[in-house]
């Protein structure tokens, strides 16, 4: 019996940008999916876009799609958008991408350490720990 990875869920955090009260939780995408749309993206250009390249682009919004738990949006009618691909198709592309930025920045950030100073738990107890000295040879 292995050890369970956990999921992660993300909360977006849009604070300081026009998407400012947009509330996002996600669920964390998997290594091999970034490196495969990576791939794909690689080749694309812009200027010479394909039918092929925009097939491409759209399987990163499908991807990003699936990843969608729930957020707050609404259409300009105040219609809760759905958390899918068709919600994604009726936002700007600008804002989807804003979207799509702040998930990619909360699956790569390192959560900042305690201030300085904080103590919210004991100090471990590293009693358990085996340790032995070095030999000689070793430790110069």
């Known amino acids: 019996m292995g050890f369970k990875v956990p999921k992660t869920i993300y909360r977006l955090d849009f604070t300081g ?3 400012e ?8 995408g998997k290594l091999g999916d970034a490196f495969s749309s990576i791939q794909q993206a690689a080749g694309v250009d812009l200027a010479n876009a394909t039918i092929a390249d925009a097939e491409v682009a759209l399987s990163q919004y499908e991807d990003m799609a699936a990843h969608l738990i729930e957020w707050n949006a609404e259409d300009d ?3 809760e958008l759905t958390p899918d691909l068709a919600g994604l198709k009726a936002m700007e592309v600008r804002h989807v991408n804003m979207i799509a930025a702040a998930w990619q920045k909360a699956q790569v950030d390192v ?6 100073g904080s ?3 004991p ?3 590293l009693s358990s720990i085996r340790m032995e000295a070095l030999p ?3 430790a110069s």
């Open 136 to 138: 000689a040879s070793l």
């Open 17 to 19: 940008t026009e998407l």
């Open 119 to 121: 103590r919210n738990t």
């Open 21 to 28: 009260g947009l509330e996002v939780r996600m669920r964390g």
């Open 123 to 125: 100090e471990p107890d």
């Open 111 to 116: 959560p900042s350490p305690l201030p300085h």
């Open 77 to 79: 009618d105040g219609n």
